[in-house]
Every structure is written in structure tokens, then in C-alpha cells.
């Protein structure tokens, strides 16, 4: 008797003795409650509730008679018949769980989350920006509507204390204007370096958090689509600290570069 198959049985939902007999069983065909028991070594006064359950399993069949006699169910068939009821099982507690895990995940911090909605958006860039202790590092390729004048007003307010590199495109169309970025955020304590920059916005605080915006802009004016704009909040340090090494070193060849010119 491998042990294998007798854990197999088990998963199944036999008992050791239940797996132990359908095995025997499997061997002998055909045997007596007896026969059963001295092979498999489940005691006599066991082996009687054992078949019985067994059989209102449908593992096996009991045939009347003096003694009474216990014919074996096919394996293949047997397996077959249980190996499809334990994947309902699976797929019935894997929905089960599902329903359970989405119903509570957006109940649960986590490092990551996705923001829709331009308030949300600008709410949790400004809550980023007052969190900052140290430094405040920005790459702003575009500005959302109504976020410039919040934006400058808080970057201000943290310009005393905490160091500031902005890198930004020169301009951005908002709905029906064009915006100088750089002129727009160039304010005292705050170093502002301009260049050609995609339209992606960046902010990393401390090398702690940081947040990705994103956006569709129009074919014919290249205006923000502000319907299609998501930002991406992650507070993940070590993440965080990746970006903003690699900021630091863009800022230091457009900074070299603006030497040479």
C-alpha cells in the first residue's frame, strides 16, 4: 500500500481506515469483511462501520449474504467521479474567497493606489507636497485645470524649509489658454530648470512617496483630455528613492548643459 495514494484518498475526504479498506478492496476485487480487515489491518470492530460508510460513498458495493461480501467500485471511475467533485470544490471556494478578497481589498492601505478624478488628483499631489520634510522633487511636462495657482501657493509655503527642484516644459494649453509652466513656478527658493520633457508628471517627496500623472491630451490643440487623467500614488521608499536618483542625475545634465550654453 503507497503511502501516496493513501494521502491521496485522504484529500479526497476519506478517513486512514476508509482509504486503507477502498486500497485492500481495490487489490482483492471482492472480499469479506474479514478478509478486508486482516489485510488492511483495521480492527474487526472497526471494519463493519468502515465498508458501511464506504459504501454510502459509493466507493463500494455491498452484496447480501452469509458473511456479506464487498465488491469494489472502479478506481477509474471512482477517481474520476471524485476528482470532479473536488475541482467544484476548488472553484467554489476560489469564488467564495474572491468575492471575499474584492469586497474587503479596497478596505486595506496599501503601497500602491490608482487615483481618478482631477480634485483627487491635485487633493493628494498638494497632501504629498505638505508632507515634505526635506525635499520636493517635481518633473511637470503639463498642469491639470485649476491646479497651477494651488500648486505654486503650496510649493511656496514649503520653499523656507524644504529644498525644491522643479524640472518643466516650457508651456501647457489648460482649456482655452497656454500656460508658461516656468514662469508660473518660478518663485523665490524654488530652482526651476526648463527643457523638453514629455507630457508625464512626477513628484517625489523625501525619496519616501511619489506620485506618476498621467493624461490623453487632444490630437488637434494638444489640450488635456481631463476625463482620461489618473495618478498613481506610491509609497514604496525603495521605489520612491530609485526615482529620485535618477531625477537628481537628469537634473544634473540639464543644470551642466545650462553652463555650457
Known amino acids: 500500500m503507497k503511502q501516496e495514494d493513501l494521502n491521496l484518498l485522504k484529500q479526497l475526504g476519506l478517513t486512514t481506515y476508509e482509504a486503507k479498506a477502498y486500497i485492500t478492496l481495490s487489490s482483492?476485487?471482492?472480499?469479506?469483511?474479514?478478509?478486508?480487515?486482516?489485510?488492511?489491518?483495521?480492527?474487526?470492530?472497526?471494519?463493519y462501520d468502515v465498508l458501511k460508510r464506504l459504501n454510502s460513498q459509493d466507493y463500494i458495493k455491498i452484496e447480501s449474504g452469509r458473511p456479506l461480501t464487498y465488491h469494489v467500485n472502479p478506481p477509474i471511475n471512482v477517481l474520476k467521479r471524485e476528482k470532479?467533485?473536488?475541482?467544484?470544490?476548488?472553484?467554489?471556494?476560489?469564488?467564495?474567497?474572491?468575492?471575499?478578497y474584492e469586497k474587503k481589498i479596497s478596505e486595506v492601505e496599501a503601497p500602491i493606489w490608482r487615483i481618478s478624478g482631477l480634485d483627487n488628483i491635485i487633493d493628494k499631489e498638494l497632501e504629498i507636497?505638505?508632507?515634505?520634510?526635506?525635499?520636493?522633487?517635481?518633473?511637470?511636462?503639463?498642469?491639470?485645470?485649476?491646479?497651477?495657482?494651488?500648486?505654486v501657493y503650496e510649493l511656496l509655503l514649503k520653499s523656507e524649509n524644504v529644498k525644491i527642484n522643479l524640472i518643466v516644459s516650457p508651456y501647457c494649453r489648460i482649456p482655452y489658454k497656454e500656460f508658461n509652466i516656468s514662469k508660473l513656478v518660478n518663485q523665490?527658493?524654488?530652482?526651476?530648470?526648463?527643457?523638453?520633457?514629455?507630457?508625464?508628471?512626477?513628484?517625489?517627496?523625501?525619496?519616501?512617496?511619489?506620485?506618476h500623472i498621467y493624461s490623453k491630451f487632444s490630437k488637434?490643440?494638444?489640450e488635456i483630455l481631463p476625463n482620461t487623467a489618473i495618478g498613481i500614488w506610491n509609497q514604496y521608499e525603495e521605489i520612491?528613492?530609485?526615482?529620485?536618483?535618477?531625477?537628481?542625475?537628469?537634473?544634473?545634465?540639464?543644470?551642466?548643459n545650462n553652463v555650457k550654453q
Open 84 to 100: 470532479e467533485k473536488f475541482i467544484r470544490r476548488i472553484n467554489k471556494t476560489g469564488e467564495n474567497l474572491n468575492t471575499l
Open 220 to 222: 488637434e490643440n494638444g
Open 28 to 47: 482483492l476485487i471482492q472480499a469479506t469483511a474479514d478478509e478486508i480487515s486482516d489485510k488492511s489491518d483495521i480492527p474487526r470492530s472497526k471494519i
Open 129 to 151: 507636497i505638505r508632507r515634505s520634510k526635506k525635499t520636493i522633487n517635481m518633473r511637470i511636462g503639463f498642469l491639470l485645470q485649476d491646479e497651477g495657482s494651488k500648486l
Open 188 to 211: 523665490k527658493n524654488v530652482n526651476v530648470y526648463t527643457t523638453d520633457i514629455p507630457y508625464v508628471k512626477l513628484l517625489i517627496s523625501d525619496s519616501k512617496e511619489m506620485m
Open 240 to 256: 520612491a528613492n530609485n526615482y529620485n536618483e535618477r531625477f537628481e542625475n537628469q537634473l544634473k545634465k540639464i543644470a551642466n
